[in-house]
């Protein structure tokens, strides 16, 4: 759980960060618009809004993702998951097996139950503004502008995010193997970073795209794609 709040702490700190960039950037393209002799309509605010919401979408679901994978990776090794608790083992004697695999069940239940509610709020929010942002594709009033510097916005952000989940995911892991297995099980933050790898590489994805880099496949002697 240490760092799914960890991600939390860092996702609260960037949006602070982010939310006078978002203001400075819908600024500056209205701006532009404005010297450029573009009307300057709804249609921009509109396409802002769309892409956060999106992008605070695509975090939850990651979020409740991560939560789902660890519940799965104890099934596959707890100890290695949730950790042991001392505690619990000196208080409870001979019994000792019998309450911790309650305990381990008890949490595994609750990363079950809050990976669904993130998942089920994500895919609400998300699938709405998805339809919102077709919707406005429709009518030519979407901002194409505004969902490139925003992706490559978020694309930095989880690049950062993941960056730090690699170096704890490394730090826990090699503390486990070399000082003690007693209190550190890398398995949770394994979820977590393995989750924010999925959403950084589309946000990176579409980031290059938008930055007019192209995606082209391989192709063999005979001509046909590879």
Known sequence: ????????????????ALVPAGFVL?????????????????????SAYTVVLLGASALVLTLGVARLLTALMGE???????????????????????????EGDDRQDQDV???LALVLCAGIAGGFH???????KGRGSFDQGVEGAWDTLLALLLG????????????????RA?????????????????????????YGYRALKHLGVRFERRQT?????F
């Open 26 to 46: 819908v600024g500056a393209f209205a701006y532009v618009r404005v010297q450029k002799g573009q009307p300057v309509d709804i249609g921009t605010g509109l």
């Open 1 to 16: 759980m240490e760092a799914f709040f960890g991600v939390l702490a860092i996702l609260a700190i960037s949006l602070f």
């Open 160 to 175: 950062v995010i993941v960056l730090a989940l690699v170096a704890q995911v490394l730090d826990e892991t090699l503390s």
């Open 178 to 202: 070399i000082v003690s297995e007693v209190g550190r099980s890398p398995g949770d933050t394994i979820a977590v970073m393995f989750s924010f790898v999925g959403v950084w590489l589309v």
């Open 130 to 136: 998805f339809w919102l942002r077709r919707y406005l």
């Open 113 to 115: 139950a809050t990976g």
């Open 76 to 102: 596959i090794d707890f100890d290695y998951t949730y950790g042991e608790s001392d505690a619990a083992d000196i208080r409870i004697g001979a019994n000792m097996n019998v309450v911790e695999l309650q």
């Open 221 to 225: 002697s005979g001509g046909e794609p």
